[in-house]
């Protein structure tokens, strides 16, 4: 099994709709998680860091769920510029674990 | 913020020659350099862990030989590719982490490297 799993969509969103997507993790030694956010080509930018007792920033809410592993972003009020790859980060120590990403595809 | 100046952004090669590539944290002191690979449509994965003046730590299945890292100072690490082969074109991204201060994990650009 894999460390960090995750639709890999893509996910085709109407502007202005909602969107929420899933990441889960095997290991429950899992100290922090976070979403980033990867265009095409570029380099990985944090999205938003994920609390256990979830967090909103803007449009975008995470939530951790320790008791299934899993962890989750919706993006409410989908823009065009929201389409990108959303990838799933867990870290323990120093290092970071990366799923496979879910692509997000935002029409008009 | 932080910022980490990967170079090139694209480099194309001929197989078996090596390849250098540099990453700069340009205003803090980045104590571990992280290097990540990630191949189309695949995730990133994590190549090696390095500490200013120490060797790099590799993950299962890295050749460390091939791959080699070198973190002299606080502000540069450097991967090269040695002895490239085509299956080794990927995007290469650097990542830093600073020693002082809490600005999390702060990534290079990548570089493309396509061997031919």
């Known amino acids: 099994r894999k460390e960090v799993e995750q639709d890999p969509g893509p996910f085709n969103v109407p502007e202005g709709a909602t969107v929420a997507f899933n990441c889960t993790y095997s290991?429950?030694?899992?100290?922090?998680f976070f979403w980033y956010r990867q265009d095409c080509r570029k380099e990985p930018k944090l999205l938003m860091s994920?609390?256990?007792s979830g967090n909103e920033d803007g449009r975008f809410t995470a939530q951790l769920n320790r008791a299934s592993q899993y962890i989750s972003l919706l993006i409410r009020d989908s823009k065009l510029s929201d389409s990108a790859t959303y990838l799933c980060?867990?870290?323990?120590?120093?290092?970071?674990?990366f799923g496979g990403g879910t692509r997000v595809l935002v029409k008009p | 913020g932080a910022v980490v100046s990967q170079h090139p952004s694209r480099v194309i090669c001929k197989s078996g020659t090596s390849v250098k590539i540099e990453c700069r944290s340009l205003d803090f002191q980045a104590t571990t350099m992280f290097w990540y690979r990630q191949f189309p449509k695949q995730s990133l994965m994590l190549m090696a862990t390095?500490?200013?003046?120490?060797?790099?730590?590799?993950e299962q299945g890295v050749e460390k030989d091939k791959f080699l890292i070198n973190h002299a100072s606080l502000t540069l690490s450097t991967l090269t590719v040695t002895s490239a082969h085509p299956e080794d074109s990927s995007f290469y991204i650097c990542?830093?982490?600073?020693?002082?201060?809490?600005?999390?994990?702060?990534f290079g650009s990548g570089t493309r490297l396509t061997v031919v």
């Open positions: 390095s500490n200013e003046g120490s060797k790099a730590t590799y």
């Open positions: 980060v867990w870290a323990a120590g120093n290092k970071l674990t």
């Open positions: 990542s830093a982490r600073a020693r002082d201060r809490d600005y999390g994990y702060t």
């Open positions: 994920v609390y256990s």
């Open positions: 290991n429950s030694a899992s100290q922090s």
